[in-house]
């Protein structure tokens, strides 16, 4: 499933990335940068409580995209990662992560909510268990995705020995 996402992410990305003055190798980075932040900020918000915020965005059910507390977390991200990991300047970076994020997370969205053979592989039933959802375990998503440290952490912090 986060491969689906990654892949997607990517392939959008490369699709927006001509428009910015980027040369070849920095639009692969760019795209390979944006997938992981994606990646990374919806893990970060369902392991901190807000699976359901991610789950409404993916289902579409997340408002404006300029509004939504996570488009604008993720934005953030993105903007940081362009500049440490590409080292685009800070004015470029934003630029960019404002300017192809909402048309790349509405495509996700758009995968989401399809009923194409191409897209079953985007299915929020799956991203709920996985994530911790209703047929999950979310201290079982923090081990795999963080490790057994941070797992262990939070199973202390909730009681779970």
Known sequence: MLENILGAVK???????????????QIEQTA????????????GEALGGNLDGVMDLLGGKGGDLASNPIVGKITEMLGSNLIEKVGLGGEQASGIAGGILPGILSSLMGKFSSSAEADAGFDLGAI??????????????AKNIAGDKLGGMLGSFFGNK
């Not at 390979?32 to 893990?43: I, N, R």
């Not at 709920?128 to 998503?141: I, K, Q, S, T």
């Open 11 to 25: 392939e959008q990305a490369l699709s927006q990335l001509g428009e910015f003055g980027l040369d070849q190798s």
């Open 32 to 43: 390979e940068v944006t997938g992981e932040s994606v990646l990374d900020g919806l893990k």
């Open 128 to 141: 709920m268990g996985m994530l911790g959802g209703e047929n999950g375990n979310l201290m079982d998503a």
